[in-house]
């Protein structure tokens, strides 16, 4: 079985849906269910045996010791983590505790199990580290995609402590030889995102009739991959990625936000018509500080190893994920609940919109 962490969340569920749809193989998913955790992402997996859900939290190094012990996976694969830029600004605190000391006990739990293998068990025995673009840094309009050599140049707290991560687990591996893989993915968007993330607090807002908060002068370019393509790239990885290396995961697809919100509103005019256009509750408000300005990313060692190329373009990827968000309105109001009403005012309340600051 596979030990997979963080697997309650908008990735992590989707990955461990498409895992069990794909494979017998059965799954252990640790999750401490923050906010961003949420169970009903797993609902089509609930009576399913092949599923082993533990609610714990991997700095607990008691608890992540005992799960390897008694389940004897033969891969971690590592997606738990404080994700969200603007929440690591607001309070950087549990992006450290997690994501950077969550991330060494878990490798120091998979260290002293790995020494316990031998034989085949010890050969296929894999740690794959799920991270981000964001630990490049930003790039100007006319400069390369990242490639997995660009230097490390983070700019907000929450791609530090990713950095932070990323470099603990290339010293495991380099240190003790621990059999390790590191992705480093864009933007992800598709079902199962919590509204607190660009593409699905858009719809949501839209649909609500309220303000499309876009910062700064909605130039800033990602670079935007299907969730499922994301999965797809982690499991071929998993397979056949060589020891030790860093594999980028991008769409080839950088759009900037206004391009984004556009495509979404336009989108919606057509499957969901208002009276208006959705386009006219676009409100430019203050920017995010330290807002990186480009991401891009060179895809072309994924593919050239191990033949991994995006299924979905932008345009299909788009459109079923839209439609995904009408049928599941429920879903998005279930996670909308008191804590997340609050942070919608700690991160939006301060920054008025453009005529507002103007006034
Ligand atoms: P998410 O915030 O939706 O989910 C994170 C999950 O981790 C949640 O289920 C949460 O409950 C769990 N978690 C948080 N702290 C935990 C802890 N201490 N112990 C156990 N579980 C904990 O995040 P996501 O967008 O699904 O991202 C998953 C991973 O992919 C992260 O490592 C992120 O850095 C990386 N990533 C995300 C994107 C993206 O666009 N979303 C792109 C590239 C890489
Ligand atoms: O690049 C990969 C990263 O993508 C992941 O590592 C992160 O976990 C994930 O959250 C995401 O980070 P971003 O900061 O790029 O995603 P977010 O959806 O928060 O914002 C996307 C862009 O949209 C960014 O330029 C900020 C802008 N934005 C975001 C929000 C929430 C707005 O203009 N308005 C908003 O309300």
Aim: glycine fraction near 8%; hydrophobic fraction near 35%; charged fraction near 20%.
């Amino acid at each position: 079985m596979i030990f997979v962490t963080g697997g309650a969340g908008f990735i992590g569920s989707n990955f461990v849906l498409g895992w069990l749809a794909g494979k017998d193989e059965p799954v252990v998913n640790l999750d401490k269910l923050t906010y961003a955790g949420n169970l009903e992402n797993l609902r089509g997996v609930e009576q399913d045996a092949r599923h082993v859900f533990v609610r714990g939290d991997i700095c607990d190094a008691a608890l992540v010791t005992a799960l390897l012990g008694t389940h004897r996976p033969r891969a971690i694969v590592h997606f738990a983590a404080e994700s969200h830029v603007d929440r690591s600004i607001l309070g950087p605190g549990d992006f450290v505790t997690t994501n950077v000391n969550g991330t060494f006990v878990l490798l120091e739990a998979a260290r002293a199990y790995f020494s316990s293998l031998n034989g085949a068990e010890r050969d296929s025995f894999r740690f794959l580290h799920v991270s981000t673009d964001e630990v490049y840094g930003s790039l100007g309009p006319q400069d390369p995609p990242f490639t997995e050599t660009t230097a490390y140049a983070p700019n907000s707290p929450y791609s530090a402590s990713k950095a932070a991560s990323d470099h603990l687990v290339r010293a495991y591996r380099h240190t003790y030889g621990l059999p390790t893989l590191t992705t480093n993915c864009s933007n992800n968007y598709g079902p199962y995102q919590f509204p607190e993330k660009l593409i699905p607090l858009m719809v949501a807002n839209a649909l609500a009739g309220k303000p499309l908060p876009v910062y700064g002068d909605g130039k800033n370019v990602r670079d935007w991959l299907y969730v499922g393509d994301h999965c797809s790239a982690v499991r071929r990885v998993l397979q056949d990625g060589r020891l030790g290396e860093t594999y980028n995961i991008g769409g080839w697809n950088e759009m900037s936000n206004l391009e984004v919100v556009h495509t979404l509103c336009d989108i919606l005019d057509e499957l969901a018509p208002a009276s208006r256009s959705y386009r006219a509750q676009i409100a430019f408000v203050a920017d995010r500080p330290g807002h990186d300005r480009r991401y891009a990313m060179d895809a072309r060692k994924i593919e050239r190893e191990l033949g991994w190329k995006p299924a979905e373009t932008f345009s299909t990827g788009i459109r079923k994920t839209v439609q995904w968000y009408l049928d599941h309105q429920d879903w998005v109001r279930n996670v909308q609940s008191g804590d997340y009403l609050k942070w919608v005012e700690q991160n939006y309340g301060a920054r008025g919109t453009a005529q507002e600051r103007a006034a």
